[in-house]
């Protein structure tokens, strides 16, 4: 029989995900896991989100314009404009998931061998995208000593190459919940000015700010906009992970005509979450100051219980809802498994994701993981407990 092709070889399997087998056999064989290890919030998705869906009379379910509704894309420019984000809705393109808008502009921007650089830790997938397009991620480490911000432009000068196309930046970062500043923005659109490169910004926490941050879009930035990227999503804003609805903004022509074509071959985004998502941009902001509230709830006493378990580093994360830990293991991988096959609490353990898979560079990230505070405060308080047991009880722990 042949083998699989090279591309199929190489694919990275998720951190996120790779795990859920051992989860399986542990909810078999009778335990509760408490998943840390996903992006998947239990917040409700907002009425104004479903209510449309639910109520949907629509004869034949037809294909829909491959570039997304018109009325959608119409809706989002409202929805930029709150953010002090001018653009038309044809500078929008309305993709099936923010996974696809990343896949797009990679080959929309990239030809096979060309080079992107990416701050790691970065979101695992970017490497499965990169490997999709036959693009090359060269990476810039951010350390947990420095909260994950951005290394000095020094470093990343160093990684340009001729191949280089472009700088990706997620803001606010997922895993680390770093939120750049706009200094640190400023100096990312001159490095991209004076190198010729495209700046892509991957902003799907826009809402999810904490502690008095403000949120610097890549659109804000003067004097670039023919190298500005944004992609958005709605999953996590409106709580909506399976929708799958996300978007490229750019006020490059150029960009959304090439990422179109890649969008005629895969027909239209998904129609009744469209409908859903343009209805859903009427969410009522006190539905969001009450998931922010409950957010920044979940994180200080997630972090407040890191901080009382010896030998664990963790910073503060200011956005999103991830941060990365840095355990007294050697391989986290290694006891992330066994917290599923060895370990539990009166019949309980956690999940959490290994995060050497967010690094690009070989050899990181094998003492940390990345965990969501997306559980309730009462399971949140309830899965650190058994972390912290776990810690103690681990034969790999490191003394």
């Known amino acids: 029989m042949k083998s699989l092709s090279q591309r199929g070889q190489a694919m990275p399997s998720s951190p996120i995900r790779k795990l859920v087998p ?8 009778g335990k509760h896991v408490y998943h840390l290890n996903i992006g998947q919030p239990d917040i409700k998705t907002p009425d104004s989100f479903m209510n449309p869906i639910k109520n949907l009379d629509m004869p034949v379910l037809e294909y ?10 119409k809706k989002m420019v409202e929805y930029y404009q709150r953010f002090d984000i001018d653009v038309d809705y044809e500078d929008i393109l309305i993709t099936t998931g923010g996974s696809e808008a990343i896949i797009f502009t990679l080959m929309a921007i990239c030809d096979p061998g060309d080079e992107v650089i990416i701050p790691e830790p970065f979101y ?4 499965g995208f990169a490997l999709e397009a036959g693009v090359n991620i060269v990476p810039i480490t951010s350390g947990i000593e420095d909260n994950f ?3 000095p432009i020094a470093s990343l000068k ?5 191949k280089t196309r472009a700088i990706m930046i997620c803001n606010p970062n997922n895993p680390t919940g770093y939120v750049y500043s706009k200094k640190e923005m400023l100096a990312l659109r001159d490095i991209a000015q004076r190198h ?4 892509l910004s991957d902003e799907v926490y826009r809402e999810f700010l904490y502690d008095g941050e403000t949120h610097t879009s890549v659109m804000h930035l003067e004097g670039i906009d023919d190298r500005t990227i944004m992609l958005d999503s709605v999953s996590k804003r409106y709580s909506a992970c399976g929708a799958r609805i996300g978007m490229i903004v750019t006020k490059n022509r150029s960009v959304i005509n090439a990422a179109l074509k890649f969008g005629m071959a895969r027909l239209c985004p998904p129609t009744i979450e469209q409908i859903g998502t343009e209805a859903g941009i009427d969410t009522p902001q006190s539905y969001f100051d009450e998931v922010i509230n409950e957010y920044v709830e979940r994180r200080n006493v997630m972090v407040a219980a890191l901080k009382e378990m010896p030998g664990v580093v963790v910073p503060m ?16 991988d290694a006891f992330a498994r066994w917290l599923l096959t060895d370990f539990d609490v009166n019949n309980e353990t956690v999940m959490v994701a290994p995060a050497n898979g967010f690094y690009s560079t070989p050899g990181l990230g094998k003492d940390e993981v990345r965990i969501a505070y997306v559980l309730n405060v009462e399971d ?13 009880a681990y034969p790999g722990r490191i003394q």
Do not use: C
């Open 380 to 392: 949140i308080r309830k899965a650190m407990h058994i972390l912290a047991e776990g810690l103690k």
């Open 64 to 73: 829909g314009p491959s570039a997304g509704l018109t009325s959608l894309r």
């Open 317 to 332: 994360p200011k956005g999103a809802f991830y941060l990365v830990v840095k355990l007294p293991v050697k391989d986290a």
């Open 124 to 127: 695992t997938n970017y490497n």
């Open 22 to 29: 051992f989860a399986d056999q542990a909810k078999a064989a």
């Open 149 to 151: 911000q951005l290394p």
């Open 196 to 199: 010729d490169l495209f700046l």
């Open 158 to 162: 160093e990684k340009i190459t001729d």
